[in-house]
């Protein structure tokens, strides 16, 4: 069973930064990308960001572009989400989860994840 261990978050002010950063554990097989997702209180999980593995290639939502950047430590199976210009609106829990190919879907099963709030 994997198991995704976020960690990272916390209280900044509006235009501040945040490194998150997520472990995986448990995977038998290299997962082909990971991604982070967020949930703000009362609406629904949403897509962030993506790193594919191999070829290297990254994706984010509009809403993050030219302020968060996903990085990745193949050695030590960690993936990043640096947080740069915050703001108010990016306060959610904040998850990641992987695929392990391109076919499929993120996995069903979800961390703890970490608490992002920015204050204005």
């Not at 261990?5 to 235009?15: D, H, K, M, N, Y």
């Not at 629904?44 to 594919?52: H, K």
Request: proline share 2%; aromatic share 12%; glycine share 10%.
């Amino acid at each position: 069973q994997v198991q995704f261990i976020e960690s990272g978050g916390g209280l900044v002010q509006a235009g501040g930064s945040l490194r998150l950063s997520c472990a995986a554990s448990g995977r038998t097989a290299r997962s082909y990308a990971m991604g982070w997702f967020r949930q703000a209180p009362g609406k629904e999980r949403e897509f962030v960001a993506g790193i594919v593995w191999s070829p290297s290639s990254t994706k984010y939502a509009d809403s993050v572009k030219g302020r968060f950047t996903i990085s990745r430590d193949n050695f030590k199976n960690t993936v990043y989400l640096q947080m740069n210009s915050l703001k108010p609106e990016d306060t959610a829990v904040y998850y990641c989860n992987e695929k392990l190919s391109s076919g499929t879907d993120w996995r069903d099963s979800w961390g703890q994840g970490t608490q992002v709030t920015v204050s204005s």
